[in-house]
């Protein structure tokens, strides 16, 4: 009896992620709802610039890899382009969402465009080895900021669920982590949400996952995961930053 | 004559695209181009396209790149410094190898520059839109029906080679109007096994990408994609000749400027001077045959143009250097009058333009 | 070959570009080869306003009038501007509500029409162009009703059809005077 196996939506090929990467748990969680939806055969995945580039690889729907930061702007085109037939996915890094393409993340957020977006937030910059991401904490080491994240020099952390809250645009923005199996099991609840909300066509949702890089963190994975909880959840807390079916239920 | 209908250059891209199947347009507002994007503002909605003002350039063509991905029609228009903010994109397209119009309705620069009427994106558009290897299809039109005409031809370009065909188009081409006539034959929609348009679980996933990490890979596709580019070089080369049978000196010029030098040319010939125009409508692939052939037989070229001199490289390589080929131009939104083209002609008949 | 290069220059506003258009429609509704261009930008939002209209037997080169033979006038900066550009026997008229000089020019026709007035006078106060470009087709062209119902059709939307009885009227005062 198998207990355990791959989603059908995720490719069987080796992923190039470090150990201890969440990446990994964030895919495999994407493919497990697109499975259980039956949506792999409409669904159209945008990959970004970032760690998770080849993120086209690793699943089996078709994938687009775009530009850095305009992963949102290509997903409005794709949708676009059939919205009854296309189900269309962004997975994009804090770099790619927050820094280089937060017009586009802003924009297409305020269009209330039919899209889901899966918003990893590891606070560094992953591929080029571990520089300061627009979410790097105040004082955290990193590459390019090899004394602490000086706020006074490089101004402080964005909130991108916070932030896009204040819009009327969205339907639905969530803050998960994948630290531990109950945090999992609500980020997957998160995504499904984010995936049926575009397939009853309510609009723009999106998922921010706040993840580990233990490499480019130096730390061991375990470590990570608690750095997770000790210091990113605090600047990052979860919760549910905006549901408008939902507020509108309550009214 | 009758069926004929004014429009202005700008317009007469956005029907031709409309009859091209053209039914998603990205866009942001930049003079002297934003009749495009009014115009699709007020149809799409009617015909169940899709008009959208991006909050960027860099999102409008990123947008095109979405609605390419899964092989609809798709185009976006700009004018020079939007362009530049497009380049990025541009060349995503071209190592995606997907197929997309993009107008230039240039104007002058550099930097934020002027709002009148400019030829000097030649170099971006046929050389150096973007980093990397690539080259864009570049149709330059010289009258409201060419605006129209070229359009379809560049969106069935595009189809075909599987690259971004760009009209490149000056503010004078777009602001003006002249009679047009849009009786066009659409062609069935080719073929497209590569686009992302679900797998509907029937095929393999289909990806869209530029992204080559192995390098010997990323050779043979650049390979790959120049063997195309010397394809499309031997038989997509675009170009009019006028009054150069007995030609002894030769103008070249295109959009705008080769509209001048036709009534600069028209002068001289009353005046007896044997004098004839090149007129290239392909500016990528550029149309070498006719400036080779022509080195053999006048005394001088000169390039008339809207900018310091750009499409003079071409022609002096095409002429192979066996002729003098001399710049005679205007810059920062002012056109080369007839008068200072005849000028030009005239000198060249006494002994030659230095 | 035989061409018309007009050039018709006032304010923003004043309907400058849509007399323009009137009579690259005239034209074309002739069979004949037509151009028209704009000025454009900043400009045409309260300030300058031209266009060069172009009617030829033979295709159109440029589509820039640099030389007018007939010129229009709507105020003085543009007489002022464009006064000495005007071939030869030339011809130019000159709105004289809003243009209180005379044209200095000696080797040109030149025409004075109190548009504005006219339009004012007649309750038509947004039509002093048409005034004037009824004054034009009468002493530069056969004012042939057909022609200018025709192509006054191509100018005006469906939707305000009821235009059309006026614009023809405020032609006719112009042909008039």
């Known amino acids: 009896m198998v207990v355990f196996e791959k989603p059908k939506a995720l490719a069987d090929v080796q992923m190039h992620y470090c150990p201890g990467c969440t990446h990994g748990i964030v895919h495999r969680l994407v493919a497990e709802v697109i499975d259980e939806l039956g949506i792999e055969g409409k669904t159209i995945g945008i990959a970004p610039v970032g760690c998770s580039v080849m993120a086209y690889n690793y699943f089996n ?18 949708k676009r382009s059939d919205p009854e037939n296309h189900i269309v996915f962004t997975y994009q890094g804090d770099g790619d969402l927050a820094s280089i393409g937060m ?22 910059y992953g591929m080029t080895g571990g520089q300061m991401a627009p979410t790097s904490l105040p004082g955290q080491v990193t590459q390019t900021s090899p004394y602490g994240r000086d706020t006074d020099a490089c101004g402080f952390p964005i909130r991108v669920c916070e932030m896009l809250s204040t819009l009327d645009g969205p339907e639905y923005l969530e803050r998960v982590t994948v630290n531990n199996v109950k945090n999992v099991k609500n980020a997957k609840k998160a995504i499904k949400k984010a995936f049926q909300n575009q397939i009853d066509g309510k609009g723009f949702s999106l998922v921010e996952v706040v993840s580990s890089c233990p490499t480019n963190w130096g730390m061991t994975p375990q470590d990570a995961l608690k ?14 930053y905006k549901d408008r079916s939902a507020e509108k239920e309550e009214k | 004559m009758s069926d004929k209908v004014l429009m202005k250059g700008n317009e007469a891209i956005a029907e031709a695209a409309i009859i091209a199947g053209c039914r998603h347009y990205f866009g942001y507002p930049i003079t002297p181009q934003t009749e495009v994007a009014a115009y699709m503002a007020k149809r799409m909605p009617k015909i169940g396209g899709t008009f959208l003002q991006a909050e960027s350039e860099i999102a409008a063509i990123n947008m095109v790149y979405g609605v390419a991905s899964t092989g609809k029609r798709v185009m976006t228009s ?21 197929p997309s119009l993009v107008i230039n309705v240039q104007r002058g620069g550099p930097g934020l520059g002027g709002i009148q009427p400019s030829q000097s994106d030649y170099f971006q558009a046929t050389k150096g839109a973007a980093h990397g290897d690539f080259h864009m299809l570049v149709l330059a039109p010289s009258s409201v029906q060419e605006m129209a005409d070229l359009t379809v031809k560049g969106f069935d370009l595009a189809d075909k080679y599987r690259m971004t065909a760009m009209v490149l188009a000056d503010g004078t081409m777009g602001q003006m109007m002249e009679p047009v006539s849009l009786d066009y034959e659409i062609g069935e929609p080719i073929e497209k096994p590569w ?27 650049n390979f790959e994609r120049y063997e195309r580019y010397s394809y499309i070089e031997e038989n997509e080369c675009m170009y009019e000749e006028y009054m150069m049978d007995d030609a002894e000196i030769c103008v070249t010029a295109f959009g705008i400027a080769a509209r001048v030098s036709k009534n600069a040319i028209n002068e001289a010939r009353k005046k007896g001077i044997k004098v004839g125009l090149i007129r290239p409508i392909t500016l990528w692939p550029f149309p070498k045959a006719p400036y080779k052939k022509a080195a053999d037989k006048v005394k001088e070229i000169i390039s008339v143009e809207l900018s310091m001199g750009q499409m003079i490289e071409d022609v002096r390589l095409a002429s192979e250097c066996k002729v003098p080929v001399t710049l005679c131009n205007r810059v920062g939104g002012m056109i080369p009058t007839p008068e200072q083209v005849l000028e030009a002609i005239e000198k060249a008949a006494k002994g030659g333009n230095k | 070959m035989s061409a018309t290069n007009m050039l018709i220059a006032g304010f923003g506003g004043q309907g400058i570009l849509f007399a323009g258009k009137f009579l690259a429609y005239k034209g074309l509704v002739e069979e004949k080869e037509v151009s028209w261009l704009p000025s454009y930008g900043p400009e045409m939002r309260g300030g300058t306003a031209s266009c060069s209209v172009i009617i030829s037997d033979e295709a159109v080169g440029s589509p820039i009038v640099s030389k007018p033979d007939v010129l229009v006038a709507m105020n003085l900066p543009s007489l002022d501007k464009y006064e000495d550009t005007v071939v030869p026997g030339g011809k130019i008229f ?20 109190p548009a504005t007035k006219l339009a004012s006078d007649n309750d038509m106060p947004t039509l002093a162009n048409m005034i004037i470009a009824g004054k034009l087709l009468s002493v530069t062209d056969s004012f042939a009703e057909d022609g200018v119902n025709a192509a006054l059709k191509k100018v005006i939307s469906a939707k305000r059809a ?13 042909a008039e005077n």
């Open chain 1, 61 to 78: 729907c078709d994938m687009i890899e775009a530009a850095h930061g305009r992963a949102p702007a290509v997903a409005t085109g794709v």
């Open chain 1, 103 to 124: 017009a586009e993340t802003v924009h297409s957020a305020a269009r209330n465009e039919n899209i889901t977006v899966i918003f990893i937030n590891n606070a560094i």
């Open chain 1, 227 to 240: 750095w997770i909880d000790e210091k990113m959840l605090p600047y990052y807390p979860l919760g549910v």
């Open chain 2, 78 to 98: 700009s004018s020079s410094p939007g362009i530049s903010l497009k380049g990025e994109g541009l060349s995503y397209l071209a190592g995606a190898d997907l």
């Open chain 2, 195 to 221: 686009a992302t348009t679900g797998t509907k679980m029937e095929r393999p996933h289909n990806i869209v990408n530029s992204l080559f990490l192995e390098p010997d890979v990323l050779e043979k596709s």
């Open chain 3, 94 to 113: 000159v709105d004289s509500t809003l243009i209180e000089r005379k044209v200095k020019r000696t080797d040109v026709e030149v025409y004075y029409i």
């Open chain 3, 162 to 174: 009821d235009m059309l009885e006026t614009n023809l009227k405020a032609m006719q005062i112009g």
